[in-house]
């Protein structure tokens, strides 16, 4: 299984960022997919997720400015960021959780939040 991510950049505060994650490989169904963020010095934090039936879980601090998506036919998730913050900088993954075959990670792309 193979996730590739896009979509990272440098937006100041307020802006906007759309990140993509695409899957490929041979695995039957994908459970959940997500989007996880690591700033320096910080441990690894879960931004966002979608279960299978679409059900959605965001951390407090992106709710209402943050919104996951998932195209189910084409395996690729999607995190469109809005009104974003000085504290929203880190490396964004990708991870998604197949079901059998366990827990996959993106390379990690990344947002800085700058003026």
């Known amino acids: ?6 979509g990272g950049g440098l937006v100041q505060p307020g802006g906007s960022l759309s990140l ?9 169904d ?13 441990e690894r934090e879960l931004v966002a997720q979608i279960s299978r039936d679409e059900t ?3 951390a407090d601090s992106v709710k209402g ?7 189910n036919t ?6 469109q960021m809005n009104n974003l913050r000085l504290e929203d900088t880190a490396e964004y993954y990708c991870n998604i ?11 990690g792309t990344q947002v800085t939040v700058s003026s």
């Open 1 to 6: 299984v193979e996730l590739v991510e896009s």
């Open 20 to 28: 993509s994650c695409g899957a490929s490989g041979s695995f039957l």
């Open 30 to 42: 994908i459970r959940s997919m997500g989007w996880y963020r690591q700033a320096p010095g910080k």
């Open 56 to 58: 959605t879980n965001y």
């Open 65 to 71: 400015r943050f919104t996951i998506s998932r195209d």
């Open 74 to 79: 084409e395996n690729t998730v999607l995190l």
């Open 97 to 107: 959780e197949v079901f059998g075959a366990g827990m996959f990670w993106g390379q």
